[in-house]
């Protein structure tokens, strides 16, 4: 193998990882923008949120929920206009406002294939409701995702719902009723 061959197997292999940890990421900003309390001050208020969710999709994005769990519940959404409206009633205000949120990713698989690529992940998330309900869902996500205008950006969020289940109440014992966390707070 020539140094030339050397040197061009190394930079398709730094591609690749480079290409890999963007894609982390993406779906790691999009799980933090989607927790509650919301950690990122500048991310607090609902139109500023979804812009930045949405900013991480392609123009033509497709975000989907699948399965028989899923189907009727979230639908198919194509385009960031579609997008920008479901996420807008996502994050819906409501009486009484949830407490938490928090998004786990694990089981990841990533393969890139040049200026596209796909990624799995088996998604865990608790939330604790005010008027006592918690909950904790699992779903497995199938993403893709590609390059526009050279920055790696969400191509398609599909999900796959796992289960639904009740915690019980007041299972926690404390919780935050703001995220300091980003602002240097105590």
């Known amino acids: 193998m020539t140094l030339e061959d050397r ?3 190394l930079e ?6 480079s290409a890999e940890a963007d894609i982390r990421r993406i779906i790691s900003r999009y799980m933090w923008l989607c927790d509650v309390p919301m950690p990122e001050p500048d991310a607090e208020a609902r139109e500023k949120r979804i812009e930045l969710i949405v900013d991480l999709y392609t123009e033509d994005a497709e975000w989907e929920g699948v399965g028989s769990y899923y189907d009727n519940q979230f639908g ?10 479901h996420f807008w009633g996502f994050f819906e ?12 990713l694990t089981t990841e698989h990533i393969e890139v294939n ?11 998330q608790p939330g604790i409701s005010p008027d006592g309900p918690s909950l904790r869902r ?5 993403n893709g995702f590609k390059k526009e ?7 398609r969020y599909r999900t796959e ?10 299972w926690w014992e404390s919780i935050p009723s703001e995220s300091v966390l980003v602002r240097g707070g105590k």
């Open 149 to 155: 205008n050279g920055v790696w950006k969400m191509s």
């Open 7 to 9: 040197l061009a197997t």
């Open 76 to 85: 198919q959404k194509k385009g960031k206009d579609a997008l920008r409206k």
């Open 114 to 124: 040049g200026d596209e690529a796909t990624g799995s992940w088996v998604h865990f």
């Open 93 to 104: 205000p409501q009486d009484p406002a949830m407490l938490l949120n928090v998004h786990f």
């Open 161 to 170: 719902n796992n289960f639904v289940g009740p915690l019980p109440n007041n």
């Open 138 to 142: 699992s779903n497995r996500l199938y």
């Open 12 to 17: 398709a292999k730094v591609a690749d990882l």
